[in-house]
Nanobody, 124 residues
Framework: QVQLVESGGGLVQVGGSLRVSCAASGRTFSTYGMGWFRQSPGKESEFVAT????????SYADSVYGRFTISRDIAKNTVYLQMNSLKPEDTAVYYCAARRVSTSSIRAEEYDYWGQGTQVTVSS
């Protein structure tokens, strides 16, 4: 069993930066693929970024490519999402997810564990 806890969300101005973190419990975390998804009010959940177990492969949604960076620290059992050049449309609840497979995935249905989410609000 894996438990995921996000942190680091908050209010930031347009063009600013924020880093959200996802702390995982469980000895097998290091072998899991990880992802970040987000959901805005009235919208469906959307894929943001994903990383494989060793951190050698990453993928991003077109909307965040070049602005967001996903990374992981296996020793700390933590995955990060560094968000730069933030826009109002990045406002959402950001969810961390883990899958019991070592590869990355952009599909929400392929993840087995989810965190409770952290709110990110970008003000103009």
């Amino acid at each position: 069993q894996v438990q995921l806890v996000e942190s680091g969300g908050g209010l930031v101005q347009v063009g600013g930066s924020l880093r959200v973190s996802c702390a995982a419990s469980g000895r097998t975390f290091s072998t899991y693929g990880m992802g970040w998804f987000r959901q805005s009010p009235g919208k469906e959940s959307e894929f943001v970024a994903t990383i494989n177990w060793v951190g050698s492969r990453t993928s991003y949604a077109d909307s965040v490519y070049g602005r967001f960076t996903i990374s992981r620290d296996i020793a700390k059992n933590t995955v990060y999402l560094q968000m730069n050049s933030l826009k109002p449309e990045d406002t959402a609840v950001y969810y961390c997810a883990a899958r019991r497979v070592s590869t990355s995935s952009i599909r929400a249905e392929e993840y087995d564990y989810w965190g409770q989410g952290t709110q990110v609000t970008v003000s103009s």
